[in-house]
């Protein structure tokens, strides 16, 4: 007998908004735009992904589009039983499709997620992520607009792009204003390199959880930090292996990081771009790297526990977790 994963409540924490788009949602924007399909689960390293990523943006040319996308990203995840989404949302990159304000078009992203949450039951908060390429300048100005949401949809702020050569230290300013809002710091490490920079993440920035952060597996101590403090690692397997980031799934560190006993939860990340949304990521975290059903129970509850939803939400996913792994 096997439990339907589909039914296991949980929470997806490592999902960037536009990448969650349907396939053939981003073929009609390529069409639309006459434009071509930009490339997909083929990529020759980060650089080449983040260069499709700016195709897959530029494709997005009215605010129609950007609701197009809320709404089907909250049917699949309502599809593979996540209960909770904390999408990762850069409203500076939608500016343009709002007369330049990032802060008009975090509220039409917001008042899109309220719709998407009363329609599906799917409860829906955002992570605002500066990158690590833009300016530190750029980064407390999205940190000042993430700590005016925080009683408004916003739960988090986060850092991503290129970890080579942007180190997070010089963010440090961004990350005490997300801090002291009350917001989840929620930046991305380890994904590109390696231990040290998820001992930024958890020293210099304090971080609540790390987005990847398998990289830590390499230093044993800091791996034993991490477990300690409880810090949370939003993994995201499909991802790190058409990046590279690892050989293949069979050697995904997942199991090895439970096993030390660092909390993990399962995503997807950029599912347009990497194939899997989360509940194959689950699947293939079942099947491929071997994961328990207790495991898989123990990654959902820290979806869970260590997001930003609030805590009636928390409560009833939580038992119903229980209840699938009773069932
Ligand atoms: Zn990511």
Redesign the pocket.
Known sequence: MTRDLALLPKGHL?L?FEASMRPATLRDLAAEAGEPVPSWADFADFTDFEAAYGDVLRLIRRPEQLERVMTEMADDAQADGVVYVEVTLAPVLHAALFDGSAAAALAFLLAAAQREEERTGVVIRAMIASARTMSVEQAVEDARLAAEHADRGVVAFGL?ADERGFPAAPFVDAFRIAREAGLLITP?AGELVGPESVREAVEVLRADRI?HGIRVIEDPELTAQVARLGVCLDV?PSSNVVLHVVPDLERHPLPALLAAGVTCSINA??PVQFGPNVGEEYELARTRLGLTDEQLAGCARASITASGAPEAVKARALAGIEAWLAS
Request: aromatic share 0%.
């Open positions: 490592h960037h991503h991305h987005l995201c990340d950029d």
